[in-house]
């Protein structure tokens, strides 16, 4: 589908957007030493914060840190750019604690692209990509719309709400990717022609408001941490001038308002037809679904540090401006806020992920992957996670390489991939810990020491980055060990100290290891009830190194359950179904499991198990008759598109 | 670079089992030994840990295959359960080409399952249906042509164990699952709202509400573990022993029951040297009756042995007859005797009311007070006076041993019950993991470790009856919550 007389340019990896998905694959992919070109509608418009200028959060922090552990950006970028940090759910336990920073969006962006055009082999292209040359079921390029013809062995669509997309408020609708931002036209029909199936969903942004204009005295102000916190492992945390965000509530005036004007918003004009998703609705769904409600929250939150402008997380809507306006005037605290820019929505294609293989690409044609809200996912975390999955395996598919898959017992970004190609989305997806079956052991404190050995492997991660992950796990080796051996007498003094803690005494000795797994007793208390050279060594352990201690004991009894449980799983997760497998000649599969597999066609058997529909006896049938197969076979064989998954052993 | 994952997939080098599995293997109820088999890497470490050898032997490690004798124990009471050969087959020389240890029970069903619990507890886990031929296809033990009807088997268990299941689940027992998922699910969805949605609007989780909740669900999963007591019972029937003090016509109520002379009966004490079975049926379950040789101290060497059976009889009954003589008077061998019962599956029958004075209340009375001690014992004591003799109370005490079966309660044998190693088990672990997460939420844990309790229970109630956890999570989580900024 070329012209001959086009100009040519050759890469490895070619990443089509610019966003928080396309950036990470791009860096990846050069990172691992592959010629990348990055293409982007507009140059000045990268790794855009277009909605909550907001990184991390629950569930979602630990991709961040995860992304980070494996080499990515979003989190040393999110470091440097942040305006104001916070750790979420300090009241519960260290599983489901996460980071959230509020970062100057426009320091985001501009901290990004110094990053990427400090990245050796990596271009940067502006320009639209119009059409992907896909022959014989493979990627061979891409021609842009103004003629270029960009050649690769791999390419990443990352192209986020901006295929066919359409902008809404209220009753007026027109083509945009955001609001003043053209939208990819092309594309789609490009997609459509190689084979991929297309559907529409929805999403939407709030109002922004003149930080200048609000009555900051009728909010609950919400500081920042005075703790330093960095999303990066090897960043250390500084303190930094952090500014304030504000909660205020809608009241029952606020609901009046939206109320009498439903019938302008286009959710029921039916002007906007693609799904939205469910834990961002918008304050109209929030007054139809919930009306016994009196009040919701609405968060004022910065955009940064050089704009008065600010977010008002809580109030999305599409309905028409003087009704926003109406909405904010009704909320305390914003009676005289001049509304900024108006909140939107946004229509667009996206690529149901069930055509995905756990690499990220497609299934119909090789060597195209993609990442982000293209998969029907949403949130910068998520795109960032895929977008490094999607650069290195486009990597690594352009080297000739097995690709690389993380497994939902080694990390969130296992959950997430697994989840988007086993079940596919009916709205746009966003992680939660709930979603992650092993998220004791999945934590944000633990992502390096997960992956960041898997990140050096794949030349993401420096030798020196490395050392510093392996000496902390020596270190908390040496002190569990040492807690296994020292004692703790049940003496007099130490009785005292335990009732005061609220916990009975000891009944004779007791290894340290035992009593620190005492709900009531900390670190520091352990340290008070041992003497000598015991006290000395305890209290000269670092606190990284306390911390991980603690959390072994209070979590020790499930952890092991887990464990037992991961590697009762092993097996089935690591045996891998032929992509050609025939399904309908398997002998014993009902047909509901035989017709959702052929469909699906998952990678491992593991995948296969959590397709709905599909029983544990249906699993034991192909279980065995993937071993016939194996063994008729005179050897498995490795290397052949995804039918060789590289993954490294659960630490 | 990262490890290639195929080296795990390599077939017949490894073992498939990750874990240890455990099956009774023979037939429910039929045959007078019973397997219980194991197969894992940990199969000899578990059969060790709930077995003891007679004087002088032990599982050598080297050896593959070995035969031992000696007694299935607890290892927390160190008590014996059951008589037994241990039957050990060391990897690759065994049936699915792991360690496969069998232990033969001579003691009958009850003796099976008490095995497989204390195993169970031990770390192994229940087997699926099939697994162990699974496991000896997987390990290569079985021969490549054999492949297919190994499939076929193993679908077909799997489908037969379905078809059962959904059987024995059909109807009113699947709906009260279900609630009870539903329930757990909903308390799970408000502890994940405050965990996922903490910065939001969510309320910080109500404890005491919680653990409310926790309790009620707690009871529905214990009402229905009461009645796997009756589904066991219809399946394999009711071990009852009949125990007593020498002379106190245990043998006379036996046969009273029975309607027909089957035991020796005299008045010469300590005729029933052995102990006698029978069978009969009340109330459409089966009885199986025990007679045992009088519990006292002393007396002659065969006489002894009678007695150390009798002992064992009733410690593996699933209900007691307590026979006490109407017409001697209280002793402290007696108070021993009945201060030892469980009076939730015992019954203190008071014989020879032909011999006594008074209407059947006063002697029910009379009855009443000896079984408690002389108002010293625990209350609450199933009574019931009769005379072997001429029949009176008969009906009575029939009436006493189908409510010990049916739990107490109204029931209707028309009712569904909890049948099935399988169902027993599952609910019992939910049953087990509900107290875990009560415990939690009152002793202040994490949100995150009550949640993985609730999720632990729901997830076995959902293997009964084949939900997945997550996706319900998550719209549980939507419809209960206004969440999401």
């Keep these: ?651 | 670079m990262a490890a290639h994952l195929d080296r795990d997939v390599t077939p017949g080098g490894c073992s498939w089992g990750e874990d240890t599995i455990v099956a009774i293997s023979t037939a429910m109820g039929a045959g007078a030994i019973g397997i219980v088999r194991l197969s894992g890497p940990d199969a000899v470490a578990i059969a060790e840990s709930v077995f003891l050898a007679a004087r002088g032997t032990s599982v050598k490690p080297d050896e593959t295959y070995s035969l031992l004798y000696g007694h299935a124990i607890d290892p927390e009471s160190r008590e014996p359960v059951d008589e037994v050969l241990l039957a050990v087959m060391r990897r690759p020389r065994s049936y699915t080409r792991e360690d496969v240890v069998e232990m033969h029970c001579h003691g009958g069903v009850a003796a099976q399952r008490a095995v497989l619990r204390l195993m169970l507890r031990s770390g192994a886990r229940l087997a699926e249906p099939g697994e162990f031929t699974r496991r000896a296809f997987l390990n290569g033990r079985i021969d490549l042509t054999q492949a297919e009807s190994v499939a076929a088997i193993v679908a077909a268990k799997s489908s037969g164990a379905l078809r059962a299941s959904v059987r024995q689940l059909d109807g009113s027992l699947s709906e009260r699952l279900r609630m009870m998922r539903r329930d757990l699910l909903g308390l799970l969805a408000q502890i994940e709202a405050t965990v996922d949605f903490s910065d939001e609007d969510v309320d910080e989780l109500d404890r005491l509400a919680l653990a409310k909740g926790l309790a009620e669900v707690q009871a529905e999963v214990l009402k229905l573990l009461r009645t796997a007591f009756l589904g066991r019972a219809l399946e394999q029937g009711v071990r009852t022993a009949i125990i007593g003090k020498p002379n106190v016509g245990k043998s006379s109520l036996l046969n009273a029951l029975l309607m027909r002379e089957r035991a020796i009966v005299s008045d010469v004490p300590g005729t029933t040297r052995d102990t006698v079975e029978e069978l009969l049926e009340i109330g459409g379950v089966p009885i199986h009756l025990v007679d045992t040789a009088g519990i006292r101290s002393g007396g002659d060497h065969v006489e002894r042995l009678g007695v150390a059976r009798s002992v064992k009889a009733m410690e593996q009954a699933d209900l007691v007859l307590a026979v006490i003589d109407l017409s001697t008077a209280w002793d402290e061998a007696e108070g021993r005797l009945l201060g030892d019962l469980d009076p939730a599956r015992s019954i203190v029958v008071g014989n020879k009311c032909d011999l006594m004075q008074g209407d059947r209340e006063s002697l029910t009375e009379r009855v009443r007070a000896r079984a408690s001690g002389g108002g010293a014992g625990p209350p609450g004591r199933r009574v019931c006076a009769v005379s072997a003799l001429t029949g009176a109370g008969l009906d009575e005490l029939r009436s006493q041993i189908q409510q010990v079966i049916t739990g107490g309660e109204d029931f209707q044998l028309e009712e569904p019950v909890l049948a099935g190693e399988r169902h027993r088990v599952l609910v019992g672990e939910a049953h087990e993991s509900i107290g875990a997460a009560l415990d939690g939420a009152y002793q202040g844990a994490g949100e995150e470790l009550v949640s993985e309790d609730i999720r632990a229970a729901a997830s076995a109630l959902g293997r009964l009856t084949g939900e997945d956890l997550t996706p319900d999570l998550i719209d549980e989580i939507f419809s209960r919550f206004c969440v999401g900024k």
Aim: hydrophobic share 40%.
């Design chain 1, 1 to 651: 589908m070329r012209a001959k007389t086009q100009q040519e340019w050759t890469y490895d990896v070619i990443v089509v957007g610019g966003g928080h998905a396309g950036c990470e694959a791009a860096l990846a992919s050069a990172r691992m030493g592959c010629r990348t070109a990055m293409v982007a509608l507009h140059l000045d418009n990268i790794a855009l914060m277009p909605c909550n200028p907001a990184i991390g959060g629950v569930g979602k922090g630990q991709l961040t840190r995860e992304v980070d552990a494996l080499g990515g950006e979003q989190g040393r970028n999110a470091d440097r750019a942040f305006i104001q940090i916070r750790m979420l759910n300090t009241s519960k336990g260290p599983a489901v604690q996460a980071l959230r920073a509020q970062a100057d969006k426009r320091l985001y962006e501009d901290w990004m692209k110094v990053a990427m055009s400090r990245t050796p082999g990596l271009e940067l292209v502006q320009g639209e990509a119009a059409t992907l040359d896909v022959s014989r079921e493979t990627i061979n390029g891409v021609t842009l719309a103004d003629g270029r013809y960009l050649r690769c062995r791999s390419l990443v669509l990352a192209t986020g709400t901006f295929l066919r997309a359409k902008v809404v408020i209220g009753d007026r609708s027109y083509a945009a990717g955001r609001v003043g931002e053209l939208p990819a036209q092309h594309l789609s029909a490009s997609l459509l022609a190689a084979g991929l199936e297309v559907e529409r969903f929805q999403s939407a942004t709030p109002p922004r408001i003149d930080g200048a204009t609000i009555d900051p005295g009728r909010m609950v102000l919400q500081q920042g941490d005075t703790v330093p916190w960095s999303f990066s492992h090897w960043q250390t945390p500084s303190p930094r001038r952090q500014l304030p965000c504000y909660l205020t509530y809608t009241t029952a005036a606020t609901h009046e308002v939206v109320s009498k004007h439903l019938h302008l918003s286009p959710l029921k004009s039916g002007s906007v037809s693609g799904k939205g998703p469910r834990y961002c609705p918008s304050i109209d769904r929030k007054v139809i679904n919930f009306p016994d409600k009196q009040r919701h929250p609405v968060f004022v939150e910065p955009e940064g540090i050089t704009t008065r402008e600010m977010y008002l997380q809580g109030l999305t809507t599409s309905l028409p401006v003087f009704v926003q306006e109406m909405i904010i005037h009704a909320t305390p605290g914003l009676e005289r806020a001049r509304l900024v820019r108006p909140g939107y929505a946004v229509e667009y294609d996206y690529l149901p992920p069930q055509q995905l293989t756990l690499s990220l690409q497609s299934k119909a044609v090789s060597g195209l992957f993609s990442a982000g809200q293209i998969n029907g996912t949403s949130g910068y975390e998520e795109a960032a996670a895929q977008g490094l999955m999607a650069g290195i395996n486009a990597a690594l598919h352009a080297r000739n390489e097995p690709p690389f898959v993380l497994r939902r017992d080694q990390a969130y970004i296992g959950v997430l991939i697994d989840d988007l190609v086993t079940e596919g989305v009916d709205e746009p997806y966003r992680m939660f810990t709930s979603r992650a079956e092993y998220r004791l052991l999945l934590r944000h404190d633990n992502a390096a020491e997960r992956l960041s050995s898997l990140g050096h492997a794949l030349g993401l991660i420096s030798d020196e980055q490395l050392a510093t992950v392996e000496e902390k796990q020596r270190k908390v080796a040496e002190y569990t060990e040492l807690l296994e051996s020292m004692m703790v007498r049940s003496g007099q003094v130490n009785a005292e100290v335990l009732e005061a803690l609220g916990t009975p005494p000891l009944g004779g000795s007791q290894p340290a290891a035992r009593v620190l797994r005492r709900p009531q007793i900390s670190f520091a208390n352990l340290v008070e009830l041992v003497s000598g050279a015991d006290r000395d060594r305890l209290a000269s352990a670092p606190p990284e190194v306390i911390e991980q201690l603690e959390i072994q004991a209070r979590y020790d009894g499930y952890i092991r359950r887990q464990m037992a449980e991961i590697r009762r799983h092993r097996a089935t997760e690591t045996l891998l179904i032929p992509a050609d497998f025939d399904y309908r000649s398997v002998e014993g599969l009902t047909f509901e499991a035989k017709d959702k597999l052929a469909r699906i066609r998952p990678d491992t058997l593991g995948q296969a198990s959590r397709v709905s529909g599909v029983s544990p006896a249906d699993i034991s049938v192909l279980l065995i008759h993937l071993h016939r197969l194996l063994r008729t076979r005179e050897e498995p064989a490795p290397g052949s598109g995804d039918q060789a998954l590289r993954q490294a052993q659960c630490t």
